[in-house]
């Protein structure tokens, strides 16, 4: 039999690379930094069987149909709503992504944000940098609220969102948590409460998001919801962009609805520096990173390319999303190693 042929849309970590160069005849588009471009993507994936990308390559029914062998789609990443999973499972290819193996990056840096945010970190640091800490140290400078004591909700309580909880858990806070399933399991361990939405948004004084996003979670918190949070409460955002509603976020923080808000994901990525956003001071922005650890995207690298390589042996790859696949085609009609 062929080795089966592989595109890989970046450069990514060791050793997911060699794992694949050792099984496949690998294609790289041999860039740390750029995606290819649309036109790029559709040329190469033509005669490949698999396709390792990112989540910045939209890969819809367009890539797939100019891509009549395709077997697997494996993305390194968690999320994958880059990809249209209804068309690849119609066509019977494997759609696989990264759960797990970045969740406790996510969530540490999620806790980071929290204490960015509410402690004023970075408002501090700038104030330094810029000469303005030229009077003697004062009760009232740099305030903010403490976290014990305090309420978090959770929106979103799969591996990431319950992660975050497990760590904050020490922080002696109360905590609510909303998702589509009751976490019956995880509430008789961590010492969470259920609650709908609404009742979290009302209640708490930090929101963190962890739900991926779905047709259902698109503008999950607009401006309805946001009018819903307390004056003095935070919104913390490491999950996509496009779960909240930017434009009703940028006027709730400047005309203060809530406190604050501690984004990593947007809209629009990359975030234009002169985006409205960036003009609040009650705002902290990051460039997509809660994944950023060094053993995360390691361990990223290496669960895509398993995931890749285990579909092309015939072999249930660890992390399939669209299980109903198997139906379509089952694992033996993809086998080629
Ligand atoms: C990052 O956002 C991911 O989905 O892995």
Do not use: E, F
């Given at each position: 039999m062929p080795r089966p042929k592989v595109y890989v849309t970046r450069i990514i970590p060791e050793p997911g690379l060699s794992m694949i160069k050792e099984c496949c005849d690998v294609e790289i588009h041999?860039?740390?930094e750029w995606p290819p471009s649309r036109e790029e993507l559709i040329e190469k994936v033509r005669d490949k069987d698999g396709l390792l990308c990112l989540l910045t390559d939209k890969i819809d029914a367009e890539v797939m149909d100019a891509a009549p062998n395709l077997k697997v789609i494996s993305t390194y990443s968690v999320g994958f709503d880059h990809i249209d999973i209804k068309e690849a499972t119609k066509r019977g290819i494997y759609v696989t992504h990264t759960p797990g193996v970045l969740t406790d990056a996510v969530a540490e840096f999620t806790v980071g944000l929290i204490f960015a945010i509410t402690r004023r970190i970075l408002e501090a640091d700038k104030i330094i940098r810029s000469g303005e800490w030229n009077k003697p140290w004062n009760p009232f400078f740099l305030v903010g609220p403490e976290l014990k004591g305090k309420t978090v909700g959770i929106v979103g309580f799969g591996r990431i969102g319950v992660a975050v909880a497990k760590r904050l858990s020490s922080f002696g806070v109360k905590m609510l948590y909303y998702d589509i399933s009751r976490r019956w399991d995880i509430e008789s361990i961590l010492d969470v409460e259920y609650a709908d939405l609404e009742r979290i948004l009302k209640e708490s004084d930090i929101v963190t998001l962890h739900v991926p996003l779905t047709k259902g979670t698109?503008?999950?918190?607009?401006e309805k919801e946001l009018k819903m949070m307390k004056e003095t409460a935070y919104l913390i955002n490491t999950a996509r962009g496009p779960v909240v509603d930017t434009e009703a976020l940028v006027k709730a923080l400047k005309e203060k609805w809530i406190a604050g808000a501690a984004l990593d994901v947007f809209e629009q990525e990359p975030l234009p520096a002169d985006h409205p956003l960036t003009k609040l001071d009650n705002v902290i922005l990051t460039p997509?990173?809660?994944?950023?650890?060094i053993e995360a995207r390691r361990r990223m690298a290496e669960l895509a390319a398993k995931n890749l390589i285990a579909v092309l042996k015939g072999e249930m790859p660890p992390a399939l999303v669209n299980k109903e696949v198997l139906k379509v085609r089952p694992l033996e009609q993809v086998k080629m190693i």
């Open positions: 041999n860039s740390k698109y503008h999950l918190i607009g997509h990173i809660a994944s950023a650890t």
